[in-house]
């Protein structure tokens, strides 16, 4: 049975001061991470400002951190979103990103249905 480790670290995304994505920091953030203990990296979570971001940071960032660490340890893309279509679309877009162990998938956030699941 195939796992992804004991120990993932949903990591932090880093960015530059006009808020554009800092990948060389969160390279060294995830080497980081992987030379001290954990044993593989949630890229793009919650804790890593995936909301804020763009498809094509969110593809950037799984790109270069898979390439980088893959060696070292477990790759998640969290791909999750409050679109379904999205989700599904940047699901089959990350998949295919060698190095890539697995997707963060969750249910579209912050659509609350009534009690009658509606």
């Known amino acids: 049975?195939?796992?992804f480790g004991r120990v993932l670290t949903a990591m932090i995304t880093s960015f530059n001061d006009d808020e554009s994505l800092n990948i060389e920091n969160t390279i060294a953030i995830?080497?980081?991470l992987l030379d001290n203990g954990?044993?593989?990296?949630?890229?793009?979570?919650?804790?890593g400002e995936n909301?804020?971001?763009?498809?094509?940071e969110k593809l950037s960032l799984f790109k270069a951190i898979a390439s980088e660490c893959s060696s070292k340890g477990s790759i998640i893309a969290n791909v999750g979103s409050n679109s379904?279509?999205?989700?599904?679309?940047l699901a089959k877009e990350a998949s295919k990103i060698p190095g890539i162990s697995g997707l963060l998938v969750v249910v579209p956030y912050y659509n609350k249905p009534n009690q009658n699941g509606q």
């Open 1 to 3: 049975m195939n796992t």
């Open 30 to 32: 995830a080497h980081h």
């Open 38 to 47: 954990s044993d593989g990296l949630i890229v793009c979570g919650t804790t």
């Open 51 to 56: 909301p804020t971001m763009t498809k094509e």
């Open 84 to 89: 379904t279509k999205d989700t599904i679309q």
